[in-house]
């Protein structure tokens, strides 16, 4: 195994949790943002690979989930043109006014 390859596992171990924390400060820099939906980080195992002889030895990967699903934070508007989704639900938007364009989920 070449010497490069040792140093991708404990790579991968440092990585994941500094991902992980960066992820925590994002949410928590967003918290008051409006309508911000929160990012969840999950690790998922790298299984090692024999080829040609050469094996790594795997490690961790982190893998971020978007928090689609939850409610944001409602903010108050003085405009009358500004809405807001309380609870599950999505706003179907179409890309042409005539309603022949792309259906979009903002």
């Known amino acids: 195994m070449p010497v490069y390859g040792a140093f991708g596992s404990p790579f991968l171990g440092v990585n994941s949790p500094a991902h992980a ?5 994002i949410n928590i820099a967003n918290i008051t943002t409006g309508g911000y939906k929160g990012t969840e ?5 790298v299984v090692s690979n024999t080829l ?6 795997g490690g961790v990967r982190p893998k971020d989930f978007q928090r689609i ?10 405009s009358d043109l500004d809405v807001a989704i309380a609870g ?3 706003f179907i938007l179409n ?6 364009g792309d ?4």
């Open 41 to 45: 980080t999950r690790f998922s195992t």
């Open 52 to 57: 040609h002889g050469q094996s790594d030895l």
């Open 69 to 78: 699903d939850q409610q944001g934070l409602l903010q108050s508007s003085a």
């Open 95 to 100: 890309g042409a006014v005539d309603g022949t």
């Open 21 to 25: 924390l960066n992820t925590i400060g």
């Open 103 to 106: 259906v979009l989920y903002p």
């Open 88 to 90: 599950r639900g999505f």
